[in-house]
């Protein structure tokens, strides 16, 4: 065998051992928190609050908690988020305002999750007298998933073929209703995609609704956006920290853990539906 | 007596620092066929895009003189652009339906002025179809998607989406460079039938298809309008030789 061959060959190697070391971590993973949260789960963990100390019951208002925060959230980032896509790709002058906001998008990006916390305490709940509450929680969660759907809607936009914008345009449409009648409902698969990676980042978010959102305990469910909410991450931090009873408190922190995975796959799976069923339906 | 429909004065175009259209003035006879033809880079489509305001799109664009349509300067400051883009259709060189079914393709134009009633829209979206001879061949599936049609018929979707708005001029750019021979053929017999209702102006590459087709021909090089005369007068004896070269294939 030639030394070309026996190149080819151990670099194959390589990949595919590289593919299955990453592939194995997932499933070790996933295998741990099926194997070790699924003891704890019952119809009853799912629909009542915790009991003694967190050593018992179930994890329902962190379940309904962790769900209204993330869909306040994203209802507050998404249209803000494909606003602002419009804005840039549609409309973007002057230009170095434009490469400001670019700017301005990509560090709050990179910003760690801990400092969306602290900031969301000064403005929302201090300054401007949010409390500690499901809606300061929410905005800062919504600051969190911005960028995410920013990025995502402007390159949603950037692909539509320039061939759309001008057909319409010659046809005498404005550019407001080009926007709205061909380049939004062309490019928003690919938005709902950026929604869908956004929905996975907030639901799993612990460090900013530590000081903004969140409760260790309550037995009732928000009844108003001004009230804290248990929240599912972090009564997982919860379990893993706080209480005496370690070994009752960990089954019911993988038990958490499990539901959470389960709910955003969930909730991803149900945005994927809807964006395959566009996608069938136009092809171009 | 044929109406000049449309007139240019002195019009010069520049992008950027780059001066692609020379005191351009040339007369568009109503319900005739002018071709505009010359070799890449003379300025033909863009010239072809200040009869619909189209080059406003590129940045840094700058017009000096007066495009005329029924005797109103369609760059005076007051013009409605849109009404404009109503008035003067377009069909472009690469067939561009919208993602949209082949029924809604053709009813944009009339949607988006939110003044016509649907049953208005449905005969009209019908008479362009008939009009741009494809109506046998898509009646039956006007829900489909425009993208299931083939490249010949997307084109005349286009020419239909056009037709829609009832427009005075229709602009074509190039309109058959990316069919086959014989969608080509049915689109330049379309033309000969349309031109009984809109006026057309044609920018192509092929000159046989200028002399097939048109009523007057421009022949353009570098940004001048070298000639312009009746076909037969410009493809028998052309005044300049620059057009005479043109023509005989000596440059193309």
Same mark, same amino acid.
């Given at each position: 065998?030639?030394?070309?061959?026996?190149?080819?060959?151990?670099?194959?190697?390589?990949?595919?051992?590289?593919?299955?070391?990453?592939?194995?971590?997932?499933?070790?993973?996933?295998?741990?928190?099926?194997?070790?949260?699924?003891?704890?789960?019952?119809?009853?963990?799912?629909?009542?609050?915790?009991?003694?100390?967190?050593?018992?019951?179930? #994890?329902?208002?962190?379940?309904?908690?962790?769900?209204?925060?993330t869909v306040s959230s994203i209802s507050i980032a998404l249209p803000l988020g494909v606003l602002t896509a419009i804005?840039?790709? &549609?409309?973007?002058?002057?230009?170095?305002?434009?490469?400001?906001?670019?700017?301005?998008?990509?560090?709050?990006?990179?910003?760690?999750? #801990? #400092?969306?916390?602290?900031?969301?305490?000064?403005?929302?709940?201090?300054?401007?007298?949010?409390?500690?509450?499901?809606?300061?929680?929410a905005?800062?969660l919504a600051?969190?998933a911005l960028p995410i759907i920013i990025?995502a809607s402007?390159?949603a936009?950037? &692909?539509?073929?320039?061939?759309?914008?001008?057909?319409?345009?010659?046809?005498?449409?404005?550019?407001?209703?080009?926007?709205?009648?061909?380049?939004l409902?062309?490019?928003f698969?690919?938005i709902l995609t950026g929604a869908i990676i956004s929905i996975?980042?907030v639901?799993?978010?612990?460090?900013?609704?530590?000081?903004?959102?969140?409760?260790?305990? &309550?037995?009732?469910?928000?009844?108003?956006?001004?009230?804290?909410?248990?929240?599912?991450?972090?009564?997982?931090?919860?379990?893993?920290?706080?209480?005496?009873?370690?070994?009752?408190?960990?089954?019911?922190?993988?038990?958490?853990?499990?539901?959470?995975?389960?709910?955003?796959?969930?909730? &991803?799976?149900?945005a994927?539906?809807?964006?395959?069923?566009?996608?069938?339906?136009?092809?171009? | 007596?044929?109406?000049?429909?449309?007139?240019?004065?002195?019009?010069?175009?520049?992008?950027?620092?780059?001066?692609?259209?020379?005191?351009?003035?040339?007369?568009?006879?109503?319900?005739?066929?002018?071709?505009?033809?010359?070799?890449?880079?003379?300025?033909?489509?863009?010239?072809?895009?200040? +009869?619909?305001?189209?080059? !406003?799109?590129?940045?840094?664009?700058?017009?000096?003189?007066?495009?005329?349509?029924?005797?109103?300067?369609?760059?005076?400051?007051?013009?409605?652009?849109?009404?404009?883009?109503?008035?003067?259709?377009?069909?472009?060189?690469?067939?561009?339906?919208?993602?949209?079914?082949? +029924?809604?393709?053709?009813?944009?134009?009339?949607?988006?002025?939110?003044?016509?009633?649907?049953?208005?829209?449905? !005969?009209?979206?019908?008479?362009?179809?008939? !009009?741009?001879?494809?109506?046998?061949?898509?009646?039956?599936?006007?829900?489909?998607?425009?993208?299931?049609?083939?490249?010949?018929?997307?084109?005349?979707?286009?020419?239909?989406?056009?037709?829609?708005?009832?427009?005075?001029?229709?602009?074509?750019?190039?309109?058959?460079?990316?069919?086959?021979?014989?969608?080509?053929?049915?689109?330049?017999?379309?033309?000969?039938?349309?031109?009984?209702?809109?006026?057309?102006?044609?920018?192509?590459?092929?000159?046989?298809?200028?002399?097939?087709?048109?009523?007057?021909?421009? +022949?353009?090089?570098?940004?001048?309008?070298?000639?312009?005369?009746?076909?037969?007068?410009? +493809?028998?004896?052309?005044? !300049?030789?620059?057009?005479?070269?043109?023509?005989?294939?000596?440059?193309?």
């Amino acid at each position: 065998m030639n030394i070309r061959k026996l190149k080819n060959k151990l670099g194959i190697a390589v990949l595919t051992s590289s593919l299955i070391i990453t592939a194995l971590f997932l499933v070790v993973f996933l295998a741990r928190i099926f194997y070790k949260g699924a003891s704890v789960l019952s119809w009853e963990f799912l629909s009542a609050p915790p009991r003694e100390a967190m050593t018992a019951g179930g #994890i329902f208002p962190a379940l309904v908690g962790t769900f209204w925060l993330t869909v306040s959230s994203i209802s507050i980032a998404l249209p803000l988020g494909v606003l602002t896509a419009i804005y840039l790709t &549609s409309y973007g002058k002057p230009r170095w305002f434009v490469r400001i906001v670019r700017i301005a998008i990509n560090t709050l990006a990179g910003v760690p999750s #801990i #400092i969306y916390g602290l900031f969301g305490m000064a403005i929302f709940v201090n300054l401007l007298r949010f409390d500690v509450s499901l809606l300061a929680g929410a905005m800062t969660l919504a600051i969190l998933a911005l960028p995410i759907i920013i990025n995502a809607s402007e390159e949603a936009l950037r &692909s539509v073929p320039k061939d759309f914008r001008e057909a319409s345009l010659a046809l005498g449409a404005t550019e407001r209703q080009t926007i709205q009648r061909v380049l939004l409902p062309t490019a928003f698969p690919n938005i709902l995609t950026g929604a869908i990676i956004s929905i996975g980042r907030v639901a799993g978010e612990t460090a900013p609704i530590m000081f903004t959102a969140a409760t260790f305990y &309550s037995r009732r469910l928000p009844q108003t956006p001004f009230d804290e909410v248990m929240a599912l991450p972090y009564h997982i931090y919860a379990l893993m920290t706080e209480g005496t009873h370690a070994a009752k408190q960990v089954p019911i922190a993988y038990g958490t853990a499990l539901v959470l995975l389960c709910l955003v796959l969930s909730i &991803s799976a149900v945005a994927i539906y809807i964006r395959y069923r566009i996608r069938k339906t136009r092809k171009w | 007596m044929v109406r000049e429909q449309i007139k240019t004065e002195k019009l010069n175009l520049w992008f950027g620092s780059n001066h692609v259209l020379h005191d351009i003035d040339i007369p568009i006879y109503d319900k005739k066929v002018t071709a505009m033809i010359g070799p890449s880079g003379c300025g033909k489509s863009t010239l072809l895009r200040c +009869f619909n305001r189209m080059n !406003d799109l590129i940045d840094e664009t700058r017009i000096k003189g007066k495009v005329l349509i029924n005797g109103e300067d369609i760059y005076a400051p007051k013009a409605d652009v849109t009404q404009i883009r109503t008035r003067v259709g377009m069909v472009f060189q690469k067939p561009n339906p919208f993602p949209k079914s082949i +029924f809604n393709n053709v009813a944009y134009g009339l949607a988006i002025q939110g003044k016509y009633s649907k049953s208005e829209i449905k !005969d009209r979206v019908e008479k362009s179809l008939k !009009d741009a001879w494809i109506w046998d061949e898509v009646k039956d599936r006007l829900h489909e998607s425009a993208f299931s049609l083939s490249g010949g018929q997307q084109q005349r979707l286009c020419i239909a989406r056009a037709l829609a708005n009832n427009p005075e001029v229709l602009l074509l750019d190039e309109p058959t460079s990316a069919l086959d021979p014989q969608s080509t053929a049915k689109i330049e017999e379309l033309c000969l039938v349309l031109k009984n209702q809109v006026t057309i102006l044609i920018v192509t590459h092929n000159i046989a298809q200028a002399g097939r087709i048109s009523d007057f021909t421009a +022949f353009m090089y570098l940004g001048d309008l070298v000639e312009f005369g009746p076909t037969e007068k410009l +493809f028998t004896v052309p005044t !300049d030789n620059r057009t005479e070269a043109y023509l005989t294939g000596v440059f193309g």
